[in-house]
């Protein structure tokens, strides 16, 4: 027998880790549990937000990055100011610029349901005459009816934004609203827009119709202009000057893209807490796993001498319960992988997203219970390794 | 090979602080192909001397030599790869795997070998025929009589064909006739060349192996030779118990 070695084949190796888990099915669900959650939690935030970040972009990329919004800022004397009524000429004349459009709020004009409602409760909705470029200029959508044309917008007709239509309670084209005293009807109802958030809670009408009924005068209060792609860094610095010879500094302009890019940026933190949350969990569920093999390596003390007596030396005992805790991490993370990715499936279908996890995070989540498994099991493992043969088979 | 299979010199162990001495200078040699039995009453030491024999337990002082190596040289990979390739224990308790069956429970004998699943079962078949328990071979421990599981236990001890085989009072929790039953496997394996060592305080079994060593409160008090006088095992054992 001299130089014959004491050796365990892995796949034996492996097979006795199963083994141990087999022998007590319910604790090895429930300490798995722990991991599981707390891996599950982690692949569902990160999911959705992946899932949600990924129509975010989508959408910014259909709406386009290259519209910019001027608005009359404040005076010197910090009074609000109008934007002069010739400025859409002038914006339309810099080089580079496709589409501009405007709108202006009428000061002292509200819109309500009925007359039979108090003057006071104006539901935060303001009433802009607009000009019919406007849709094009934006990318807002009409939900329902039509967008204002050359031939209506001299009558008094009007089309609410998301907003708006929702707070009149109004769903049907046709309905008549009270506007600056004056019976309107509505034509068309928008989308929520997106780059424009101001246009859902506003009643638009035409610019003839406004003049003649309601007072506008021509100055407009924000102008949209949308550019060629790679001129709009140098369109924003004509702009202020173009609108307003007189007083650039009292033009404000705007990128809407960038604000929904730093929503996104803030959902990211929001992730990036949960994502802590989830951590917490996992090691929690990891000191579960050190618990268990604790608890398991005490109890198993006489198999421990039987193989001890039977060739294994130490090394074989401590790489049995190493294992035996990996994969009983590792059951516990494949299952809450799944769990994860249900969870996001089921989110990101009832919203309307695509399912994007990506793949590296769904490794990650497997190889970090694995780990977890392998720092909870060390101790446990080595405690197993040093039992003595002769106490635990006298046991 | 030649010299004793096992040989003990001036051994002794002792626990704890301050010392309580649980084996005293002993002084043992066993020969390739002996049968013994180890008698003597609870707490004499004798599962001591058979952990100390089996490379379980390391002594105190002395030295054990085991089919020629000098065991207190070796470390514990060393010793493991002794206990693999040398020697099959026998334990009171069996010490079988619950919800495993027999032939898989005697395949165990061969898992720290290295020797692959198929011809671990494979040698596991021909040692259950060697104990008697071939149609038992797919039954759980469960399902088997005390008798045959401590014959189950005897097949994964002697499954890698060691040269020696210890048991620590593998009559211990049988009724006479199964430990009968278990003596006569014994026996076999040791007509076929193996040696045997075993632990007991029942008479009955002591006298049937050709050899007796008495021990008590840790010191050998007697040791018989197989030419020994007819009636010097019960005396022994009466000396001892």
Known sequence: MSGARSRLRTGDLVGLGFHGLRARPLRAALSALGIAIGIAAMIAVVGISTSSEALVKERLASLGTNLLTASAGSDFFGEDTELPADA???????????????TAKLSGVNVYRSAHIDPGATA?????????????????TVAAGAWLNSANERYPVVVLGAKAAERLGIVTIGSQVLLGGEEFTVVGILDRSPLAPELDSVAIVGESIAAELLGFEGSPTIIYERSADDLVGEVRELLPATIDPESPHEVKVSRPSDALAAKNTIDQAFTGLLVGV????????????ANTMVITVLERRQEI????SLGATRGHIRSQFLVEAMLLALYGGVTGTAIGWAITAVVAGANGWLVAVPPAVLAAGVVATVVVGAVAGALPAARAARTSPTAALNA | MSGPLISMSAVTR??????????????LEVERGEMLAIVGPSGSGKSTLLNLMGTLDRPSSGDIRI?????GAMNDAELSALRAYTIGFVFQQYHLAEGVSALDNVATGLL??????????ARATVALERVGLAARARHRPRELSGGERQRVAIAR??????????????TGALDTRSGAGVVSILAELNAAGTTVVVITHDPQVAERMPRQVAIRDGELVGDSRPDAAPGFADRLVGAAS
């Open chain 1, 124 to 140: 935060g909705l303001s009433v802009a005459a607009a000009d019919l470029e406007l849709l094009d200029a934006t990318g807002a």
């Open chain 2, 157 to 170: 001890a002697v499954v890698g064909e060691p040269p020696l085989i210890l048991a620590d009072e593998p």
């Open chain 1, 278 to 289: 989830g951590s917490i969990a996992l090691l929690v569920g990891g000191i579960g796993v």
């Open chain 2, 112 to 121: 720290y070998t290295g020797v692959p699943l198929r011809e671990r079962r």
């Open chain 2, 67 to 71: 089919a020629g190596h000098d065991t």
């Open chain 2, 14 to 27: 002792s626990y704890g602080s301050p010392p309580t001495v649980a084996l005293r200078h002993v002084d």
């Open chain 1, 88 to 102: 859409i000429d002038r914006v339309r004349r810099i080089a580079g610029v496709e589409q501009a459009s405007w």
């Open chain 1, 305 to 308: 001498g039987l193989r001890r």
